[in-house]
């Protein structure tokens, strides 16, 4: 026979306090070097990396963890930089290495995506600040009412606690400083002393002797009518 335990399992926390800092850069570095490799495929850089970039940065500000909205934020322009370079290196890299003009020409072909996409990237990251902005205001907000809730509730209970006190003391005042206690032994001692006291019942001598009384009355009427 089986027997079920009656012990109560804490419950599991299932509050979800938003995406680790480390979970949401690597969310961010993953969605640039995914797109990275379609721009090396394609052989120049296009809507996907951006497109990658923008959803990454704009997700993961929304859902990080309040204390890593800064880091999100400030890691994804620098993530991107890297990102762009790196696929322009990749791309000019045959033209690097043969040195000449043709080296020079390549390097300015890294560099010039990141003035191109400087548009982008200016517009992602202010609308990740405007988002983290307004996240930390909604949290400043949320604690200063749950801080209010609690002085009110303080300041409640503390009332209650001493209506409470003062009440008992005006009791005690009354009942000439006897407790709680001594009122309820002393009304259950009252109580037993009733329950044993006897029962008084009348005598059968203390009835009326109705015969006697029939005996008088018929008497008084003989003289009456004998007169």
Known sequence: MTHTSNRTRPAASTTFVGLPTGSAIGIIFAALFTGALLAVNAGQITWPLLALFAAAVILTTTFVNPRGIFLTVASAPILFLIAVVAVGYVLGRDQI?????????ALLLVVYPLVELFPVLATVTL????????RIWLIKRQNAALRKYEATERSRVAESN????????????????????ELVRRERAAARTRAKRP??????SEKPARG???RIAGRLGDDLYSD
Do not use: C, P, Y
Not at 127 to 134: K, S, V
Not at 165 to 180: L, P
């Open 199 to 204: 029962v008084k019942h009348a005598s059968a």
């Open 97 to 105: 290495a043969s040195g000449g003009a043709t080296s020079k020409a």
């Open 212 to 214: 006697g009384s029939t």
């Open 162 to 181: 001493r209506r409470t006190n003062t009440q008992g003391r005006r009791a005690r005042e009354r009942t000439g400083g006897i407790g709680v206690d």
């Open 127 to 134: 609308g990740a600040i405007i988002i983290g902005a307004l």
